[in-house]
C-alpha cells in the first residue's frame, strides 16, 4: 500500500480500520479526540459516550461479544474510567478491547500531567507504547494480538507529541491481518461475575496471565536494541533505556548511543534490559513523565540512572534529553510566554462572567472553554478540579460559609461536562439541599466546543452529526427535582440575565439557569445540521413523532 503522511491518532484509525475493529467509542478529550473521528472518517462505526466510563463499560460488552473494540479518552478520562478498568482486568475478554490513553507532559491542555503508566502496574494491564505514526499504526495491531491471545484488555498510551505530530506510515497490506472474528456470545457466569467468590481466582488468573506476558515480552519485537548512528564497533560508554517519543530525542541527543527501545511498558522486560545495562559502562532511563522505568528496574536491581526531579515536569526534547545526560541540574531557561488563551469576541460567556464579576460572586467552577473566565478581564473563576465537580464543590461551599457568603456561591458548568459527570451534583443538591439554597449556571453552547465541537447527548446529534435522541438539560433538572429552571439567552437579554441570576442567588431555593446560546464557532454547523435533520424527519414522518417530546406527541 502507499505511504501515507499521518498524526498519532490518525495512524491508530487507520489500523483500527485495517484490523477490523467493530466498535469505537470514547470520549472527546485532547490529544484523543481525533483518533474516533478519524475512525469515522475511514467508514468505521464510532461514537461519542456520556463520559469515558460509560464508553469503557460499552467497548467492554463489545468485548465480551468477541468482537474487537477501541475506546479513547485523554489521560483524566481513564480516572473516570478506573472503575470498570480494574475489574476487566479480572474478567478478561473474549474478543480485543484496546484502552487508548492519551497523556499530555507539560499540560498543554489539561488540569495535571499523571503518567497513566502508573495504572497499567496498578489494574495489572500490559501496556504498550509507540514512539511515532508507524509505530502507532503497527503496534495497534500486536496490541490486538496480546488481547485476543491472553484475553485481557490492553493499555495503548500514547502522549501529546505522538498523537499530534505527523509522520510517515507504511501500511499493511490488505488481509495481511486476516479477518476478524465474527461476534458471537458465550456464557462465562464465574468469569464475568465478579462476586468475591469468582473474583479471588480471576485475581490469580490474571496474575498467571501477566507471568506469561512478561516472558513473552522477553523476545518479542516491540521491545528492540537500536545501535547508535554514530557508534563505533563494541563502543560500551553509552547506553540508553527509552519508551515512546523519548527514544526519538535521545537518538538525536547522543547518536553515539546504543538504545533499548521499550515498547512494551508494562510488564518490562527486566531480563533483557538487565543485560543491555550490565553491557554499557554507563546506562540512563530516558522517559516522559514519572520515572516510572527507571523505578522498576533498579527495584529489580538493575544499574541504571534517573533523570533529576526537575526533569519530570513536561514534555522532553533534544536540549533537554541532552542536559540529563550532562546531569545538568542548573535551572533551565524559561519558555517564551505565548499568548494566553482567551474567549472568542462574540462569546456569550462574556456576558455571565461580566455578571458574575460584577456582584463578586464565588464561583465554584468547571472543564471547558468558560474555564477561561479565570483569566483577565474577568478573573471570575474560584475553583476548577474536575470535570463535574463544580456542582459539588458549591454545594460544600454552600454548607459551611456563613449565609450572606453562602448566596454568593454559584457552580458554572458547561452541557457537555453537565451530561459528562455533572448529573450527580444535581442529584446531591436536591438530595442535601443547603440552607441557602444553591445556583447551578449551565452554559449550553450546544457543542463540546473545547475539543473542536464534538457532539454529545444533550445535541441530538451523533459523532457524524446525524439525529439521534436527545438530552434535555431542564427536563433533566426538573426531573431530579429542582424547583426552579430557568433558559435564557444572557446574550440577547443580558440586563434579564443579570435580574434573574441575582433573584435566584438571593432566593432560599434550589435553581437551575440554562444559559443557551450556540458556539460562535460551531452555529453556522448547527444551523446546517438542524435543516439536515429536519428534512430527514420530514422524509419519515413516523420517525419525526416519535423524535417530539411526549408531551407533544
Known amino acids: 500500500m502507499e505511504r501515507q503522511l499521518l498524526s498519532g491518532d490518525e495512524a491508530v484509525a487507520l489500523a483500527a480500520v485495517h ?91 489539561s488540569q495535571n500531567e499523571q503518567d497513566n503508566r502508573r495504572y497499567a502496574v496498578a489494574a495489572g494491564l500490559p501496556a504498550i507504547e509507540p514512539a511515532d505514526s508507524q509505530e502507532a499504526y503497527d503496534f495497534f495491531f500486536t496490541a ?36 476478524a472474528p465474527a461476534p458471537h456470545f458465550e456464557r462465562d457466569i464465574k468469569g464475568r461475575v465478579m ?33 547508535g548512528e554514530r557508534a563505533e564497533p563494541g563502543d560500551r560508554k553509552l547506553g540508553i533505556v527509552a519508551s515512546g517519543v523519548s527514544c526519538l530525542h535521545a537518538a538525536e541527543a547522543a547518536p553515539g548511543a546504543s538504545i533499548f527501545k521499550i515498547g512494551l511498558v508494562n510488564p518490562l522486560p527486566i531480563e533483557r534490559t538487565r543485560v543491555f545495562a550490565a553491557s554499557v559502562e554507563r546506562c540512563v532511563v530516558i522517559e516522559e513523565g514519572d520515572p516510572v522505568i527507571a523505578d522498576s528496574l533498579r527495584a529489580a536491581g538493575v544499574v541504571v540512572e534517573s ?11 533534544v536540549p533537554r534529553v541532552r542536559r540529563i545526560l550532562a546531569g545538568d541540574i542548573t535551572p533551565e531557561l ?42 483577565e478581564p474577568y478573573q471570575a473563576m474560584d475553583t476548577c478540579v474536575a470535570m463535574g465537580a463544580s456542582i459539588g464543590v458549591g454545594l460544600g461551599l454552600r454548607h459551611v460559609l456563613p449565609a450572606d457568603e453562602a448566596r454568593r456561591v454559584v457552580s458554572v ?14 442529584v446531591e443538591m436536591a438530595y442535601n439541599p443547603p440552607a441557602t439554597g444553591h445556583v447551578v449556571l449551565v452554559l449550553d453552547n ?38 426552579s429552571v430557568t433558559v435564557i439567552d444572557p446574550y440577547a437579554d443580558p440586563e434579564g440575565f443579570e435580574r434573574l441570576l441575582l433573584e435566584r442567588m438571593a432566593a432560599p431555593e434550589l435553581s437551575v439557569i440554562v444559559a443557551r446560546r450556540p458556539c460562535i464557532l460551531a452555529a453556522a454547523d448547527i444551523r446546517r445540521w438542524e435543516r439536515q435533520a429536519a428534512e430527514l424527519r420530514a422524509k419519515a414522518p413516523a420517525q419525526a413523532a416519535f423524535d417530539l417530546p411526549l408531551a407533544e406527541r
Open 307 to 317: 533523570k533529576a526531579e526537575m526533569y519530570r515536569f513536561g514534555e522532553l526534547d
Open 446 to 483: 450546544g457543542t463540546t466546543a473545547m475539543t473542536g465541537q464534538q457532539e454529545h447527548p444533550a445535541t441530538g446529534r451523533t459523532l457524524d452529526h446525524l439525529p439521534t435522541g436527545k438530552l434535555s438539560i431542564e427536563g433533566v433538572a426538573a426531573a431530579i427535582g429542582i424547583g
Open 195 to 227: 462476586i468475591p467468590a469468582h473474583a479471588r481466582p480471576a485475581h490469580r488468573r490474571l496474575r498467571a496471565k501477566l507471568a506469561e506476558i512478561a516472558a513473552w515480552g522477553e523476545g518479542c519485537a516491540l521491545n528492540r536494541l537500536e545501535p
Open 19 to 109: 484490523v477490523g475493529v467493530a466498535l469505537g467509542t470514547g470520549y472527546p478529550g485532547t490529544p484523543s479526540t481525533e483518533i474516533l473521528e478519524a475512525f469515522s472518517e475511514l467508514g468505521g462505526r464510532a461514537q461519542w459516550a456520556p463520559n469515558e466510563k460509560v464508553a469503557l463499560e460499552v467497548g467492554l460488552g463489545a468485548a465480551f461479544g468477541n468482537a474487537r473494540a477501541l475506546v479513547t479518552m485523554k489521560h483524566v478520562g481513564l480516572n473516570v474510567a478506573a472503575d470498570p478498568l480494574f475489574t476487566a482486568a479480572y474478567t478478561g475478554v473474549s474478543g480485543a478491547l484496546i484502552v487508548v490513553t492519551a497523556d499530555d507532559p507539560g499540560m498543554a491542555s
Open 334 to 375: 524559561a519558555a517564551p510566554r505565548g499568548k494566553p488563551p482567551e474567549l472568542c469576541p462574540a462569546c456569550p460567556y462574556h456576558i455571565v462572567y461580566a455578571t458574575l464579576k460584577k456582584h463578586d460572586c464565588i464561583v465554584a467552577g468547571d472543564i471547558g472553554c468558560y474555564t477561561l473566565g479565570v483569566l
Open 144 to 179: 490486538i494480538e496480546i488481547s485476543e491471545r491472553w484475553h485481557i484488555p490492553v493499555l495503548f498510551r500514547m502522549t501529546t507529541r505522538v498523537c499530534h505530530s505527523k509522520s510517515v506510515v507504511v501500511p499493511r497490506a490488505a488481509g495481511e491481518q486476516g479477518p
Open 413 to 426: 458548568i458547561g452541557d457537555s461536562t453537565f451530561v459528562h459527570s455533572g448529573i450527580g451534583g444535581l
